[in-house]
């Protein structure tokens, strides 16, 4: 989001954002900005300073939405509210940033100077850079390439193999034209009838195409074995990257995305390498040992033939970064594909639920159309080149075929001198043409391979300390002035500050979009906070190691999820190594076990994608199943009851006490009544914590929490009159 519209005037030099503003604080019209520096605020009207004001002044800033205008206000450290000045509604959204990053700046001292939401561009070329670090147009593909060909290093032996292998063959057909040569030099054209010498050059030739074939054998298969393996490794550290990313990283991709990345991305490089990885020294090689021996037959010729090279080179390498963009582009709509049908099949009960099997057929048709037209154009833009450059290759040839037959007449050439120089003239041309489609090649490989280091070279956002503490967790944990935004300087808690004793049930409560489930996110460390600190037992939590931490936290969310294996592997996911007696139970105390023995297959019955063979509650007590064989020391349930009826809840209700008894207990629910039995209830509001004890105590305080609870009575009352109405009619 730009923050710097436009500059007054004789603005000073050091304004770092500058928004328009059209009202005085008075309320009168004017033309005029609002100006920050790293030091203060200035507001200009009709381009002269007006007031101005130094933001260490200031402990908070709020934009006030109005109707018809809208106001930036200032509260001093005093506590004095200051109105810096009125603007039309269409600005609302650029102030509301601009005063949260001044509010983050007089909290922490640090002056953001680039949004979150602005979208980072190349310094190079000026074309956003859509993620990544590097511009994937501008960042050299001999550095790409050269970490790919790092990767190579474990399978060097079989590399280098294939190397050997491919030399050697390359060298036996180098060999050829020279033996064809003797053939029609002293046996065809002479008409000598020596066969014994004859027989002996063809049964040479015939040995040497042979063993030829043989290094061609062992050259596919170590090249086969170096790109499958390089394949299965990028294929591993991607997924694995993916596993060890932070949410906020991973919620930047889809799930279709990171899928097209380790799957189609590597397999893309995989084939590169199979292609074209050990041909490049040898084909390169070749290239030099035939041009001197070319220049060595007659420079003359050599010369000719050589001469149209550099043109058909300079022509593909004009070309290579119009292909670089093109191959963004068709990699871009292969992503939007595998994104559609990855959302497509997994909403699959929703598409037939409405009925909308048609309209998804047409989305996915049309985005599958749009990948194929993308492709399609980036191959004719490079195929129209080929015969440009087949021909003035072509032109070589002629001049070599023109001028070799007058030396032929002039008895200055032999007939085999000639055959072999145009043979060799054809093994040139052969390296030449395979290295005129390299650009292609390896703009389309870049892609792939910039989009995978991409993911590779990701440095997380939540990663262990130097020494991280293996902490045997009792489930003490305290809120210390925590402060968290998905954008830093827009916080979505804001100075949390309380304590949870040891087997304690403590109830989260608010509305929608107040920060309950982040409070959780934050104590499974999925994020860090962005000022302040969580501590478990006494423990800075960014100092625990991740897995000792998540390892005894067991979480119980709304949305169940279930992988596609049997009951037995779900339960036992928590603890694979549990015993098939510790999941039957873990079953019972979850309240599980009657309704699993009677599946077609008991334990082993398979639950479907999702576990959608299975009803909601069923799913939900395999989840608390799941948890209680975790035994965790920390139980985190958020709307583990919600939209299930009576008899379930209930149900659910029972296992869930099984599970938290003598464990700390962290419950959201939006229905107040499942949380009667907590011990005390956390209240948020606007992001705060607003209250904090027991439902008797903020029941007496008339507070947030209690016109939560009216409300919700309220609202019960009222559905239940509905349903009263609906059964008399």
Same mark, same amino acid.
């Given at each position: 989001?730009? =923050?710097?519209i436009?500059?007054?005037?004789n603005?000073?030099?050091?304004?770092i954002?500058?928004?328009p503003?059209d009202?005085t604080?008075?309320?009168?019209?004017?033309n005029?900005?609002?100006? +920050?520096?790293?030091?203060?605020?200035?507001?200009?009207?009709q381009n002269?300073?007006?007031?101005?004001?130094?933001?260490?002044?200031?402990s908070?800033f709020?934009c006030?939405?109005?109707?018809?205008?809208?106001?930036a206000q200032?509260?001093?450290?005093?506590?004095?509210?200051?109105?810096?000045?009125?603007f039309?509604?269409?600005?609302?959204?650029?102030?509301?940033?601009?005063?949260?990053?001044?509010?983050?700046?007089?909290?922490t001292g640090?002056?953001?100077t680039?949004?979150?939401?602005?979208?980072?561009?190349?310094?190079?070329?000026?074309?956003? =850079?859509?993620?990544?670090?590097?511009?994937?147009?501008?960042?050299?593909?001999?550095?790409t390439?050269?970490?790919?060909?790092?990767?190579i290093?474990?399978?060097?032996?079989?590399?280098?193999?294939a190397?050997?292998?491919?030399?050697?063959?390359?060298?036996?057909?180098?060999?050829?034209?020279?033996?064809?040569?003797?053939?029609?030099?002293?046996?065809?054209?002479?008409?000598?009838?020596?066969?014994?010498?004859?027989?002996?050059?063809?049964?040479?030739?015939?040995?040497l195409?042979?063993?030829?074939?043989?290094?061609?054998?062992?050259?596919?298969?170590?090249?086969?074995?170096?790109?499958?393996?390089?394949?299965?490794?990028l294929?591993e550290?991607?997924?694995?990257?993916?596993?060890?990313?932070?949410?906020?990283?991973?919620?930047?991709?889809?799930?279709?995305?990171?899928?097209?990345?380790?799957?189609?991305?590597?397999?893309?490089?995989?084939?590169?390498?199979t292609?074209?990885?050990?041909?490049?020294?040898?084909?390169?090689?070749?290239?030099?040992?035939?041009?001197? =021996?070319?220049?060595?037959m007659d420079?003359?010729?050599a010369?000719?033939?050589?001469?149209?090279?550099?043109?058909?080179?300079?022509?593909?390498?004009? %070309?290579?970064?119009?292909?670089? +963009?093109?191959?963004?582009?068709v990699?871009?709509?292969q992503?939007?594909?595998?994104?559609?049908?990855?959302?497509?099949?997994?909403?699959?009960?929703?598409?037939?639920?409405?009925?909308?099997?048609t309209?998804?057929?047409?989305?996915?048709?049309?985005?599958?159309?749009?990948?194929a037209?993308?492709?399609?154009?980036?191959? &004719?833009?490079?195929?129209?080149?080929i015969?440009?450059?087949?021909?003035?290759?072509?032109?070589?040839?002629?001049?070599v075929?023109?001028?070799?037959?007058k030396?032929?007449?002039?008895?200055?050439?032999?007939?085999?001198?000639?055959?072999q120089?145009?043979?060799?003239?054809?093994?040139?041309?052969?390296?030449?043409?395979?290295?005129?489609?390299?650009?292609?090649?390896?703009?389309?490989?870049?892609?792939?391979?910039?989009?995978?280091?991409?993911?590779?070279?990701?440095?997380?956002? %939540?990663?262990?300390?130097?020494?991280?503490?293996?902490?045997d967790?009792?489930?003490?944990?305290e809120?210390?002035?925590?402060?968290?935004?998905?954008?830093?300087?827009?916080?979505?808690?804001?100075?949390?500050?309380?304590?949870?004793r040891?087997?304690?049930?403590?109830?989260?409560?608010g509305?929608?979009?107040?920060?309950?489930?982040?409070?959780?996110?934050?104590? %499974?460390?999925?994020?860090?906070c962005?000022?302040?600190e969580?501590?478990?037992?006494?423990?800075?939590?960014?100092d625990i190691?991740?897995?000792?931490?998540r390892?005894q936290?067991?979480?119980?969310?709304?949305?169940?999820?279930?992988?596609?294996?049997?009951?037995?592997?779900?339960?036992?996911?928590?603890?694979?190594?549990?015993?098939?007696?510790?999941?039957?139970?873990?079953?019972? &105390?979850?309240?599980a076990?009657d309704?699993?023995?009677?599946?077609?297959?008991?334990?082993?019955?398979?639950?479907g994608?999702?576990?959608?063979?299975?009803?909601?509650?069923?799913?939900q007590?395999?989840?608390?199943?799941?948890a209680?064989?975790?035994?965790?020391? &920390?139980i985190?349930?958020?709307?583990?009851?919600?939209?299930?009826?009576?008899?379930t809840e209930?149900q659910?209700?029972?296992?869930?006490?099984?599970?938290t008894?003598?464990?700390?207990?962290?419950?959201?629910?939006h229905?107040?009544?499942?949380?009667?039995?907590?011990?005390r209830l956390?209240?948020?509001?606007?992001?705060?914590l607003?209250?904090?004890?027991?439902?008797?105590q903020l029941?007496?305080?008339?507070?947030?929490?209690?016109?939560?609870v009216?409300?919700?009575?309220?609202?019960t009352k009222?559905?239940?009159?509905?349903?009263?109405q609906?059964?008399?009619?």
């Open positions: 989001m730009n =923050l710097c436009s500059l007054p005037d603005a000073a030099e050091d304004i954002y500058s928004l503003a009202f604080p008075e309320g009168e019209k004017m005029g900005h609002f100006c +920050v520096t790293k030091e203060k605020i200035i507001v200009y009207s002269k300073i007006l007031n101005e004001y130094k933001i260490s002044d200031f908070e709020i006030l939405r109005r109707t018809g205008t809208s106001i200032g509260i001093t450290v005093g506590g004095e509210t200051v109105c810096f000045c009125g039309t509604q269409n600005l609302f959204l650029r102030f509301a940033e601009l005063l949260k990053l001044l509010d983050y700046y007089v909290r640090e002056l953001i680039e949004t979150d939401g602005d979208e980072p561009s190349c310094p190079k070329c000026g074309l956003p =850079l859509e993620g990544a670090k590097e511009c994937i147009y501008c960042t050299s593909k001999g550095r390439m050269t970490k790919l060909l790092k990767r290093a474990p399978y060097k032996k079989y590399f280098a193999i190397v050997a292998c491919t030399i050697l063959s390359e060298a036996i057909w180098v060999l050829t034209p020279y033996l064809d040569r003797l053939i029609i030099d002293k046996y065809v054209t002479p008409k000598y009838e020596n066969w014994g010498g004859f027989i002996a050059v063809v049964i040479t030739i015939t040995l195409l042979l063993l030829a074939g043989v290094f061609e054998f062992f050259n596919m298969k170590y090249s086969f074995k170096v790109a499958l393996n390089l394949g299965k490794d294929r550290d991607v997924f694995e990257k993916s596993q060890t990313l932070s949410m906020s990283s991973v919620s930047k991709r889809t799930a279709g995305e990171l899928i097209n990345r380790i799957s189609s991305d590597a397999a893309k490089l995989e084939d590169f390498i292609a074209n990885g050990k041909d490049a020294i040898v084909k390169i090689l070749s290239l030099v040992i035939i041009g001197v =021996l070319l220049f060595f420079w003359r010729l010369l000719m033939t050589v001469l149209p090279v550099p043109i058909v080179f300079i022509i593909v390498n004009k %070309l290579f970064d119009t292909m670089s +963009v093109r191959y963004t582009k990699w871009k709509k992503t939007h594909h595998s994104e559609i049908l990855h959302d497509i099949l997994n909403g699959i009960r929703v598409v037939k639920s409405y009925g909308s099997e309209k998804e057929i047409r989305r996915y048709s049309d985005c599958s159309e749009e990948w037209k993308s492709a399609v154009r980036a191959e &004719i833009m490079w195929y129209l080149t015969p440009i450059s087949e021909f003035i290759l072509t032109i070589g040839n002629f001049f075929l023109y001028f070799g037959g030396m032929i007449l002039g008895h200055e050439m032999t007939l085999g001198a000639l055959i120089f145009t043979t060799y003239v054809a093994m040139l041309y052969e390296p030449i043409r395979w290295l005129i489609q390299i650009p292609k090649n390896l703009a389309d490989a870049s892609v792939s391979a910039g989009k995978v280091f991409e993911i590779l070279e990701e440095e997380s956002e %939540l990663r262990d300390c130097e020494n991280p503490v293996k902490l967790i009792k489930g003490d944990i809120f210390d002035g925590v402060y968290f935004g998905y954008k830093v300087y827009n916080p979505v808690l804001k100075d949390i500050s309380c304590k949870i040891q087997g304690e049930m403590i109830g989260i409560v509305h929608s979009g107040v920060g309950k489930s982040t409070m959780i996110n934050l104590i %499974l460390r999925l994020y860090d962005t000022q302040g969580i501590r478990i037992d006494g423990v800075n939590i960014k190691e991740q897995h000792s931490l390892s936290v067991g979480v119980v969310l709304q949305e169940t999820f279930l992988f596609d294996g049997n009951v037995l592997e779900n339960i036992a996911y928590a603890k694979p190594d549990a015993t098939f007696e510790e999941v039957i139970k873990a079953a019972k &105390i979850a309240n076990h309704f699993i023995v009677k599946l077609p297959d008991g334990y082993n019955t398979r639950v994608n999702k576990g959608y063979q299975l009803s909601g509650g069923e799913r007590r395999i989840a608390i199943a799941r209680i064989l975790h035994d965790p020391k &920390i985190i349930l958020d709307e583990a009851t919600a939209s299930l009826d009576t008899q209930k659910i209700q029972e296992a869930l006490g099984k599970l008894k003598g464990r700390t207990t962290i419950a959201i629910a229905r107040l009544s499942t949380l009667s039995s907590a011990d956390i209240v948020l509001d606007k992001g705060r607003a209250e904090f004890g027991t439902h008797e029941m007496k305080q008339k507070g947030v929490y209690y016109k939560l009216m409300a919700q009575r309220q609202t009222m559905k239940k009159a509905v349903t009263i609906t059964a008399e009619a």
